[in-house]
């Protein structure tokens, strides 16, 4: 399965934005996909996460209340709707998917860029 993302871009603080992960393959219900984001010199962290089959989110602390994952299961999409941006949350996204929260067999997307001016 390929992970495509899109919907990145420049923002100006508190402006939203929705990225879109699209999957090439099926996706099969025990799929879990997720969003991780990587800003320049830190480490690649968990933002958000919905199970294919039951439709269960998770959140980071850090977005909680700001951002809102779903999926439209007939276009194979995953979506994350980001609020109330700000500077903290600029950084390269990366659409995620495998089969258990520990993501060591995860297949990724190439990563998109969010870059939030102030």
């Known amino acids: 399965v390929q992970l495509i993302e899109s919907g990145g871009g420049l923002v100006q603080v508190g402006d939203s934005l929705r990225l879109s992960c699209a999957a090439s393959?099926?996706?099969?219900?025990?799929?879990?996909v997720g969003w991780f984001r990587q800003a320049p010199g830190k480490e690649r962290e968990f933002v958000a996460a919905?199970?294919?089959?039951?439709?269960?989110?998770y959140y980071a602390d850090s977005v909680k209340g700001r951002f809102t994952i779903s999926k439209d299961n007939a276009k194979n999409t995953v979506y994350l709707q980001m609020n109330t941006l700000s500077p903290a949350d600029a950084a390269v996204y990366y659409c995620a998917k495998d089969s258990s929260f520990d993501w060591t067999r995860a297949s990724w997307g190439k990563g998109i860029q969010v870059t939030v001016s102030s």
């Open positions: 393959g099926r996706l099969y219900s025990s799929a879990i």
């Open positions: 919905i199970r294919w089959g039951r439709g269960s989110t």
